[in-house]
Each structure stands twice: as structure tokens, then as C-alpha cells.
């Protein structure tokens, strides 16, 4: 069983369209992560869901809106795409509260914007 | 404030060699520290974590990490290196608040040489 998956894995589109990675665990865990890796293999947080609320939110332009409609599903929608959004997206879930828990990642979903 | 350093953008072994990447980390509170590993294509997966119950960690696949407060640094060993081992090594640590939030370092790329 997959733990946590993401669709689609592959995402081709062009600037200025809108589009949606979907995200789903299930391992049972409250909290869900977004996190973008560049084409340097750098990776950084984005967002972070912990029972449907948003708990981290960092630096990342307001076209990028996550949405977790229950603990298990964590959904990010970017509007009006650009150019440097080109990057892989890893959903990532853990337990909450205690930082010694480690996040598991699901396979990522490369998005091409040309 | 959290942070990892990560040595050595590129590490080239031979089959049966010794592996070393090379971890060091800055945190406020007593850190709490993971390796993880991608494989192409893949998402991450977790090789080890250090939770302040032992020094010396031991992970999948033969890995192991010594935690040295002293030095700051969370370096990854595997004694032998397999062709299976090529893959981008992460080291990570945590916030260590309610957020669990990862900060990861800039990543190894392991190439294992026949």
C-alpha cells in the first residue's frame, strides 16, 4: 500500500494556466507538508497542514494555495503559473507534536512550465 | 535559528570502499537529525534519525551516523559501498517546534564506481 501519493507525477503545462498536485497519506498522521525542490536538488518548505490548519506558510507568492479538506488529503493550487514554478513538488506527512518524528514523502510530481 | 551544511556537493567511491558525507548543523535547542535518500525520480526516504537517545545511529541498507555534539556534525558511513548506494543524500534537522519543519541541506550526490 502506498503511503503517501501524489497525482499526477508529471504535470506539462504553459504560462499563465492554472493547475492542482494532489496529495493523500495514509498512515493516519495529522500534519502534511508541501515542499518544492529546484533544479539544484535544493529543497525547501512551503506549506504545512496539522488537522486542516495551516501551520507553516512561508515565503511563496499568493498564486500558490494550498487546501487540506480533511487530515489525510493536503491539495496545492497554483494559479496564473510562471516560468520558475518548473521545480518537483514532495507532499510529506508526519505526526504532530514532537519533532523527533520523521516525515514521510510521497514520489513528487515534476512540474514543466514552458 | 536551524541550519544544516552539507560538504561536498559530489562524492565519487568504488564498489567496496568506504563511504563518508559529511553533516554539520547549527540549532538553538538540541537538534534532531535525519539523513534521508532519493533515488532518481523518487521521493525521499528516510535512512536514520538521531533523537538524542544514542549517539550513534544506525539506519536501512547498512548506514550508520555518529551525532557529536562537539563537532556539530551528523556524519553518514557505510563501510562498503554497493552499486545501490548512488543516489542524493540529504541531511536535515529539525526546528524542533510544533511545526516540526525540516531545513535541509543542499544534498550528495553519491556516484559508487565498478
Known amino acids: 500500500d502506498t503511503a503517501v501519493s501524489q497525482t499526477p507525477k508529471y504535470l506539462v503545462t504553459q504560462m499563465g494556466n492554472d493547475k492542482s498536485i494532489k496529495c493523500e497519506q495514509n498512515?493516519?498522521?495529522?500534519?502534511m507538508y508541501w515542499y518544492k525542490q529546484d533544479s539544484k536538488k535544493f529543497l525547501k518548505i512551503m506549506f504545512s497542514?496539522?488537522?486542516?490548519?495551516?501551520?507553516i506558510n512561508e515565503t511563496v507568492p499568493n498564486r500558490f494555495s494550498p487546501k487540506s479538506p480533511d487530515k489525510a488529503h493536503l491539495n496545492l493550487h497554483i494559479n496564473s503559473l510562471e516560468l520558475g514554478d518548473s521545480a518537483v513538488y514532495f507532499c510529506?506527512?508526519?505526526?504532530?507534536?514532537?519533532?523527533?518524528?520523521?516525515?514521510?514523502f510521497g514520489p513528487g510530481t515534476r512540474l514543466t512550465v514552458t | 535559528a536551524q541550519s544544516v551544511t552539507q560538504l561536498g556537493s559530489h562524492v565519487s567511491v568504488s564498489e567496496g570502499a568506504l563511504v563518508l558525507l559529511r553533516c554539520n548543523y547549527s540549532?538553538?535547542?538540541?537538534?534532531?537529525l535525519f539523513w534521508y535518500v532519493q533515488y532518481p525520480n523518487q521521493g525521499l526516504q528516510l535512512l536514520l534519525k538521531?533523537?538524542?537517545?544514542?549517539?550513534l545511529v544506525k539506519g536501512i541498507n547498512g548506514f550508520e551516523a555518529e551525532f557529536k555534539k562537539s563537532e556539530t556534525s551528523f556524519h553518514l558511513t557505510k563501510p562498503s559501498a554497493h552499486m545501490s548506494d548512488a543516489a542524493e543524500y540529504f541531511c536535515?534537522?529539525?526546528?524542533?517546534?510544533?511545526?516540526?519543519?525540516?531545513?535541509f541541506g543542499t544534498g550528495t550526490l553519491l556516484a559508487v564506481q565498478p
Open positions: 510529506a506527512s508526519s505526526h504532530s507534536g514532537r519533532p523527533q518524528y520523521e516525515q514521510y
Open positions: 498512515l493516519g498522521h495529522d500534519t
Open positions: 497542514y496539522n488537522n486542516k490548519e495551516l501551520i
Open positions: 540549532s538553538s535547542v538540541p537538534p534532531y
Open positions: 538521531y533523537t538524542s537517545a544514542a549517539t
Open positions: 536535515a534537522v529539525s526546528d524542533g517546534g510544533a511545526t516540526n519543519k525540516l531545513i
